[in-house]
């Protein structure tokens, strides 16, 4: 009979004691699964899509007119415990991240929660490794946002059992759990498992007390809301005012459409958030090499902290160029929401190609992805700011960027977690900021169930809010 996990405990089982039962075996490292099964009997995905692009949220040089979605996964299990994850995108194309997840359904219905995080390296393998399927990556576009969004569903369904928040599912974990979460394959020339085994061990001393500011004082946010590039300058203006007047310090700016219309709009923010705050720009991979390196010359004078997405996000090198071009300037290079997986964050750091790492939940292939990002940044010594741009993706990585604080970099310098103000009332758990800081969440999970009116509503096509928009 399934015993609901009471907080702190896994299955009815207290964490203090299943952690004392040490060694662990090597083919049953986690014994605090061992008296759940939460055997997955069904795997659900829905599109859930907003209409964001009627009033321009999210807009900006490249993507023009988005509506904010989602592949909605929910996973069923027969102890009644539910899984939630998603992945991000832009409206048209979600139904094929439908199916795309549904092509991975049978890699994952049949096995129990135990089964699979007990080897969570090799069911990562499984998803991303299928003789078959990995024909359509390996380990990019459609079919990897399909694995992260029933990875994060995994992770979620996880921490649920923990009676956790995942942030703190992971904080918790011995550091050999953390590293036989992740693949290490092709990155081995950059980071084994036993320079990742010697980062996270090191990194223990301290982590209470950080786990104690963060609890306080909470993880530093920027804000991107202000400036999207299809907002008029009246709303510019008085969303800077009203960000200004909560606290906030740190702002990104869209760019990239227009070099004269960018000076003015940038002259203007940085005019109204003051010489001592933060300003970012971001160009949504609008520019060729050269052009990247003119432009943001010319909006130098504003003094931004980095540009971020100034070319294509596959040019490693095309980074590497104007990472060296942009540093006399003192402006970094940023990027990573649409990096692909862990070779090419890889082979960015190892090209000093950008000075800020910029993890995505639903881009990587979720925690486990991840996991291994936020190891090679910090042997690089490069600042993670993760992006957040996204239904919720600011709900999503809030919990690795702690996770990275606490157990991993140690470091708040130059680092900073995005956040935009759009859709978390959608969510049974959404953010919660204080004075421009991302307050850990408290409920057990990964933050990313839905409210089951919104996604009735929203789902596509058939949701009230879509047949009225097609009507018109």
Not at 19 to 40: T, V
Not at 394 to 404: A, R, Y
Not at 464 to 472: A, N
């Amino acid at each position: 009979m399934f015993k609901p996990a009471r907080h702190g405990e896994v299955g009815g089982v207290s964490l203090q004691r299943s952690q004392q039962q040490k060694p662990l075996r090597s083919h049953d490292r986690f014994n605090l699964c061992a008296e759940m099964s939460h055997k997955i009997v069904n795997l659900r995905v829905r599109d859930v899509r907003f209409p964001t692009s009627l009033e321009q949220h999210g807009s900006d040089a490249m993507h023009t007119d988005p509506d904010y979605s989602a592949a909605y996964v929910v996973l069923d299990t027969d102890s009644g415990l539910k899984g939630f994850g998603l992945t991000f995108t832009l409206g048209k194309g979600t139904e094929i991240v439908l199916c795309a997840v549904k092509a991975l359904a049978g890699l994952v219905i049949g096995k129990s929660l135990q089964e699979i995080v007990s080897n969570f390296r090799g069911f990562y393998r499984l998803l991303t490794s299928d003789g078959q399927m990995r024909w359509l990556g390996p380990e990019k576009g459609v079919i990897h946002l399909a694995t992260a969004a029933v990875l994060n569903a995994v992770w979620d369904l996880w921490a649920r059992a923990e009676g956790k928040p995942l942030w703190k599912l992971l904080v918790d974990m011995d550091p050999k759990q953390i590293v036989s979460c992740i693949d290490f394959r092709y990155i081995t020339d950059v980071l084994t498992e036993e320079e990742a085994l010697d980062i996270l061990v090191k990194a223990q001393e301290g982590k209470k007390q950080r786990e104690d500011q963060m609890l306080k004082e909470g993880y530093p946010a920027y804000t991107t809301s202000c400036a999207w590039l299809g907002y008029s300058d009246q709303q510019l203006k008085q969303l800077c005012s009203d960000a200004l007047k909560s606290g906030w310090t740190r702002f990104k700016v869209k760019v990239g459409a227009d070099l004269e219309d960018d000076i003015r709009r940038c002259r203007l923010i940085r005019k109204m958030i003051g010489p001592s705050s933060t300003l970012m720009i971001d160009a949504n991979q609008r520019w060729d090499v050269a052009e990247a390196i003119s432009w943001v010359s010319r909006l130098a004078e504003v003094k931004p902290l980095w540009i971020e997405e100034p070319t294509s996000p596959d040019d490693i090198l095309g980074h590497a160029a104007i990472s060296k071009a942009l540093a006399p300037l003192g402006i970094g290079v940023a990027t990573g929401e649409q990096c692909h997986n862990r070779v090419m964050f890889k082979q960015f750091l190892q090209a000093s190609a950008l000075q800020f790492v910029q993890i995505d939940s639903c881009r990587l292939g979720s925690v486990n992805e991840n996991l291994a990002v936020l190891l090679m940044a910090y042997k690089f010594q490069v600042p993670v700011c993760p992006h957040a741009g996204g239904v919720g993706l600011c709900e999503l990585v809030q919990h690795l960027i702690l996770f990275d604080y606490i157990c991993v970099s140690a470091d708040l310098r130059n680092r900073m977690c995005e956040y935009v103000d759009h859709l978390h009332e959608h969510f049974t758990s959404p953010v919660v900021i204080q004075d421009a800081h991302y307050m850990p969440p408290k409920d057990p999970g990964y933050s990313c169930e839905m409210l089951e009116e919104s996604v009735n509503r929203h789902e596509y096509p058939e949701g009230d809010i879509w047949k009225q928009e097609i009507k018109k």
